[in-house]
Structures are given as structure tokens and as C-alpha cells.
């Protein structure tokens, strides 16, 4: 189980699209190995990612794949992925509660 919030976030929404998008569909999680490969870091705070969740076949070593998505392919598991394809992104904003 995630421990950072957005981790909890993208753990949370990892299971809730499984088996409910086409099997092309591919979500941008907002992190990047392209500094260390291997090394996953989100783009918002440049603090690690403490948590995976990759396909059995998706991680390669493959230097150009430094981008985090949600892979249809592999029942929105984890994968890395080429920064420069077109993916649906995750939309992350601020919680704001109103008093009635």
C-alpha cells in the first residue's frame, strides 16, 4: 500500500480504471525516469515515487521509455512509456470544500 498522497492517488485511480477503458488506452501519471533510469520521479515536486504498480512485462530498460502511464494493454497497470507519444493525461486539482 502507497504511503505519499499522490501515490494514494494514482494507486486509487489505477484500480478503478482497470477493465474499464479499450484496451489501447494509456493515462500519463505524471512522472519521469529520464535524469536515472529506473528512478521515478513526479514532474510537480521532483520527489521519488514510493510506489509501483508495473506490468510483469512492462518496464524495460529502454532509455527513450522515461515517462510513467496507466497501460491499457496491461489492465492499467504500470509502464514505462516514450515521452513523446499522445496519452490521456490525469488531471490533479485542488480540493476546495464549501460550507453551506
Same mark, same amino acid.
Given at each position: 500500500?502507497?504511503?505519499?498522497?499522490?501515490?494514494?492517488?494514482?494507486?486509487?485511480?489505477?484500480?478503478?480504471?482497470?477493465?474499464?477503458?479499450?484496451?489501447?488506452?494509456?493515462?500519463?501519471?505524471?512522472?519521469?525516469?529520464? =535524469?536515472? =533510469?529506473?528512478?521515478?520521479?513526479?514532474?510537480?515536486?521532483?520527489?521519488?515515487?514510493?510506489?509501483?504498480?508495473?506490468?510483469?512485462?512492462?518496464?524495460?530498460?529502454?532509455?527513450?521509455?522515461?515517462?510513467?502511464?496507466?497501460?491499457?494493454?496491461?489492465?492499467?497497470?504500470?509502464?514505462?512509456?516514450?515521452?513523446?507519444?499522445?496519452?490521456?493525461?490525469?488531471? =490533479?486539482? =485542488?480540493?476546495?470544500?464549501?460550507?453551506?
Amino acid at each position: 500500500m502507497p504511503t505519499d498522497c499522490t501515490d494514494i492517488i494514482i494507486w486509487l485511480v489505477s484500480g478503478r480504471l482497470a477493465g474499464k477503458q479499450d484496451d489501447s488506452a494509456s493515462f500519463w501519471l505524471g512522472a519521469s525516469a529520464a =535524469e536515472v =533510469e529506473g528512478n521515478w520521479v513526479w514532474y510537480t515536486n521532483n520527489h521519488m515515487v514510493d510506489y509501483s504498480s508495473f506490468a510483469s512485462v512492462a518496464e524495460s530498460q529502454t532509455p527513450e521509455q522515461d515517462c510513467l502511464v496507466l497501460w491499457g494493454d496491461f489492465n492499467m497497470e504500470w509502464a514505462d512509456y516514450i515521452c513523446g507519444r499522445e496519452t490521456h493525461p490525469i488531471c =490533479e486539482i =485542488e480540493y476546495v470544500f464549501f460550507f453551506d
